[in-house]
């Protein structure tokens, strides 16, 4: 059975434990860059295939990345990447990116604002959680 664990919500910023019969198999982390697709996105298949006026119509993207510490058995791979490409509401201003990603290290650490933002590091993204104070961390680590 699979379960889902979102361990940080933040305003622009999810994190997601993907876990099997007790076994995390990935960590998934959801970015509103509330920005358009940038100019290496738009390199990517399928964008690289679109009208230029099409792909500049949509403001704002939202980068899913799958991380896990070896590469993903393709089924997994498969129902991740279906599982969250529901999260987003696809507009004509608004889509995604999906990208996994390999971190070797991923499960040697404790979960943590260094964990966090290792992970996002790791992945390219230009977020960084600030350390906050514990009673801020109670309010913003629940749903």
Same mark, same amino acid.
């Given at each position: 059975?699979?379960? @889902?664990?979102?361990? @940080?919500?933040?305003?622009? @910023? ?91 290290? @991923? ?37």
């Amino acid at each position: 059975m699979i379960s @889902l664990h979102r361990i @940080l919500k933040l305003r622009d @910023l999810e994190i997601f434990q993907v876990v099997r019969n007790g076994t995390i198999i990935s960590y998934v982390v959801i970015e509103d860059t509330r920005n358009p697709f940038t100019e290496e996105d738009k390199k990517l298949d399928p964008l690289c295939y679109m009208d230029e006026e099409d792909i500049n119509a949509i403001l704002n993207v939202f980068r899913i990345s799958i991380i896990n510490d070896e590469k993903l058995n393709d089924e997994d791979l498969d129902f991740i990447t279906s599982f969250f490409s529901n999260f987003v509401n696809n507009t004509n201003l608004t889509n995604f990116i999906i990208t996994d990603y390999i971190q070797e290290d @991923l499960y040697d650490y404790e979960i943590n604002i260094k964990f966090f933002n290792k992970i996002l590091k790791n992945i390219g993204s230009n977020y960084i959680i600030e350390e906050f104070d514990k009673m801020n961390w109670i309010y913003l680590s629940q749903d």
